[in-house]
């Protein structure tokens, strides 16, 4: 008990930062059903995508915008692997990064258990951004095959009702595999967050809190959001009458 009462500001910088970040995905969830958000628009736009892929027999082009997507993921998959490689390698050697961290300046000083189990914290960050990533990847492959499933044009047994099925289910395997990414995006902004708990849990809670300021910014009322959104409508002109 005493301990908890000794490091009660790191244990409130925790239930912080998990709040935060459950919080906002939830609201974010929710504020999307009804509200334009990236995530929302991108949908549509992938249903119109899908409805087009039926319009054309040649669908190499398609195949290739999702395998650069699924190569995004597998980018940022590996790249957690090195970066919970360096943090086990960091949890290793704890003493000698706690004495490195206490030269520097607005540092708190902590305990060793205090930093590792900051270093473990930062761990499970990754483990779960590897696994939205990884799952990510795999969604894509489903995308794939079901765009090399898609029924070709003249096809006269396939009806129209089944090939708008086809387009919502496809546009739905893709916006999932999109918000995986989307996921494990959010996973890096708040580990990057989590750095901040290695100079003071204050500053930590600060710097959580604007990471969620800017992913609300960025996916609700961004200018790409905007761009997306805006449908340009021409003004109707009256003829103008014939000059002899």
């Known amino acids: 008990?005493?301990?908890?009462?000794?490091?009660?500001?790191?244990?409130?910088?925790?239930?912080?930062?998990?709040?935060?970040?459950l919080g906002y995905t939830r609201?974010?969830?929710?504020?999307?059903?009804?509200?334009?958000?990236?995530?929302s628009v991108l949908h549509l736009y992938r249903e119109d995508w899908m409805r087009r892929l039926l319009l054309r027999d040649n669908r190499i082009a398609d195949a290739s915008v999702i395998?650069?997507?699924?190569?995004?993921?597998?980018?940022?998959?590996?790249?957690?692997?090195?970066?919970?490689?360096?943090?086990?390698?960091?949890?290793?050697s704890t003493d000698r990064a706690v004495s490195v961290l206490e030269d520097l300046p607005f540092v708190q000083p902590a305990s060793t258990g205090i930093s590792e189990l900051k270093l473990l914290g930062l761990a499970v960050?990754?483990?779960?951004?590897?696994?939205?990533?990884?799952?990510?990847?795999?969604?894509?492959?489903?995308?794939?095959?079901?765009?090399?499933?898609?029924?070709?044009?003249?096809?006269?047994?396939?009806?129209?009702?089944?090939?708008?099925?086809?387009?919502?289910?496809t546009a739905r395997v893709i916006s999932l595999a999109a918000n995986q990414f989307n996921f494990g995006l959010r996973s890096y902004y708040f580990g990057m967050a989590m750095l901040a708990w290695f100079i003071n849990p204050w500053f930590f809670m600060i710097v959580t809190t604007g990471v969620v300021?800017?992913?609300?910014?960025?996916?609700?009322?961004s200018d790409v959001l905007d761009v997306m959104v805006y449908t340009p409508t021409q003004a109707l002109e009256a003829p103008k009458e014939k000059v002899e």
């Open 27 to 39: 609201y974010a969830i929710w504020k999307g059903r009804d509200t334009a958000c990236l995530a």
């Open 213 to 221: 300021l800017v992913l609300y910014r960025r996916e609700f009322h």
């Open 125 to 169: 960050v990754f483990v779960y951004a590897f696994f939205t990533f990884s799952w990510c990847m795999r969604q894509y492959n489903f995308a794939a095959i079901l765009v090399g499933s898609a029924p070709m044009i003249g096809e006269r047994h396939v009806s129209e009702q089944e090939r708008k099925d086809f387009a919502e289910r």
């Open 67 to 92: 395998g650069n997507l699924e190569r995004n993921a597998s980018f940022f998959a590996s790249s957690t692997l090195i970066i919970l490689a360096g943090i086990l390698t960091v949890l290793g």
């Open 1 to 21: 008990m005493s301990i908890i009462l000794r490091n009660w500001p790191h244990l409130l910088a925790i239930i912080w930062f998990i709040g935060c970040w």
